[in-house]
Nanobody
Framework: QLQLVESGGGLVQPGGSLRLSCAAS????????IGWFRQAPGKEREGVSC????????YYANSVKGRFTISRDNAKNTAFLQMDSLQPEDTAVYYC????????????WGQGTQVTVSS
């Protein structure tokens, strides 16, 4: 079965950290660029970060720059999003997606993992 499965979400206090994982099964993740997205209640989905398939170049939304770090471990067929200094406005469902080079849209989406930042 071709799928992405996120894990690592949860409840954390402001200033805390979480590490999200995005594990691919049924296909090789190293053929794809990986993106992390999030959607808060009542808001549109927004892009958070992405990492290329080749040289591993990265992009971060201004709202998370300096606090989040995206990475990938091709040997484990998994991508990660390290989230530090979390704030209540980071509360959302986080999704990972895999996009093949040249495609306009991701080929695979994960089911999402809830991140709640609250005291």
């Amino acid at each position: 079965q071709l799928q992405l499965v996120e894990s690592g979400g949860g409840l954390v206090q402001p200033g805390g950290s979480l590490r999200l994982s995005c594990a691919a099964s049924g296909f090789r993740l190293d053929y794809y660029a990986i993106g992390w997205f999030r959607q808060a209640p009542g808001k549109e989905r927004e892009g958070v970060s992405c990492i290329s398939r080749g040289d591993g170049s990265t992009y971060y939304a201004n709202s998370v720059k300096g606090r989040f770090t995206i990475s990938r471990d091709n040997a484990k067929n998994t991508a990660f999003l390290q989230m530090d200094s979390l704030q209540p406005e980071d509360t959302a469902v986080y999704y990972c997606a895999a996009k093949f080079r040249g495609d306009a849209d991701p080929s695979y989406w994960g089911q999402g993992t809830q991140v709640t930042v609250s005291s």
